[in-house]
């Protein structure tokens, strides 16, 4: 395990309407070196508040692992490239995790 502290991935999650939009994002953060990984999970329901009332939607989940320096440049390629009027990108700092798989993050997005 790596050691608390020194760790910089952070894993990104953001929601997409389907799978177009979710293959598009997912091989572009991946491609431009914005994430080292990009998992996409199907079929997920969403509840949420819209113009005053509760909508429910079908979407797909992308799972993201990224180092923290990246997340503003991926924030800002998720909200030119998605469709969504407001798209959900949520963070979460990473402090633990297999030495190996941080390191391979670190080394697989651009420096």
């Given at each position: 395990?790596?050691?608390?502290?020194?760790?910089?991935?952070?894993?990104?999650?953001?929601?997409?309407?389907?799978?177009?939009?979710?293959?598009?994002?997912?091989?572009?953060?991946?491609?431009?070196?914005?994430?080292?990984?990009?998992?996409?999970?199907?079929?997920?329901?969403?509840?949420?508040?819209?113009?005053?009332?509760?909508?429910?939607?079908?979407?797909?989940?992308?799972?993201?692992?990224?180092?923290?320096?990246?997340?503003?440049?991926?924030?800002?390629?998720?909200?030119?490239?998605?469709?969504?009027?407001?798209?959900?990108?949520?963070?979460?700092k990473?402090?633990?995790?297999?030495?190996?798989?941080?390191d391979?993050?670190k080394?697989s997005?651009?420096?």
């Amino acid at each position: 395990m790596s050691q608390q502290g020194s760790v910089t991935a952070r894993v990104v999650f953001v929601t997409c309407p389907d799978e177009v939009v979710a293959k598009k994002l997912s091989r572009g953060l991946v491609e431009v070196r914005l994430a080292a990984c990009v998992n996409v999970i199907h079929g997920l329901t969403s509840l949420y508040w819209w113009d005053g009332k509760v909508e429910q939607a079908t979407e797909q989940m992308l799972v993201i692992k990224t180092e923290d320096k990246h997340v503003p440049e991926l924030t800002d390629y998720v909200n030119k490239n998605h469709g969504y009027e407001v798209p959900c990108v949520i963070s979460i700092k990473v402090d633990k995790g297999s030495t190996k798989y941080l390191d391979w993050i670190k080394a697989s997005v651009k420096a």
